[in-house]
């Protein structure tokens, strides 16, 4: 089991996965969140999960599924022809009533409670 894979998803239905990079940012495709910059509503991580289809009997830690605070693109980023720079990140919301229960996932993430960075 492997915690820094991410699963992005809007509103329930999967979009495209990631992986964590600290302990509040995401990188992921661009093209696959070109069109939440603006509002980044509904999107949610799902930390430590890697497979959108089942959820493994064999997996020892539960997954955290956490907001998205705001959306970032590359901004030489062209996704409409050779989706060259097809790079964002994500800035996740990590309020203070996250459970992290799972180990695997709490240890990458590192998470410190404390003064709050702001997302943008």
């Known amino acids: 089991e492997w915690p820094w894979p991410v699963l992005i998803f809007r509103n329930g239905d999967y979009i495209g996965a990631g992986a964590l990079l600290d302990n509040d940012v995401v990188a992921t495709v661009a093209h696959k969140v070109k069109n939440f910059v603006k509002n980044p509503t509904g ?18 830690f539960p ?16 996704l409409n022809s050779t989706l060259a720079n097809n790079v964002a990140v994500l ?5 203070d009533d996250l459970d992290f229960s799972s180990k695997s996932v709490s240890d990458v993430v590192n998470y410190k409670r404390g003064p709050k960075r702001p997302a943008n």
């Open 63 to 78: 997954h955290i599924e956490v907001g998205v605070a705001c959306v970032k693109i590359h901004p030489q980023a062209e």
């Open 43 to 60: 999107l949610t991580v799902r930390l430590g999960d890697w497979n959108p289809n089942i959820r493994d009997s064999a997996e020892e």
């Open 91 to 95: 800035k996740l919301n990590m309020g």
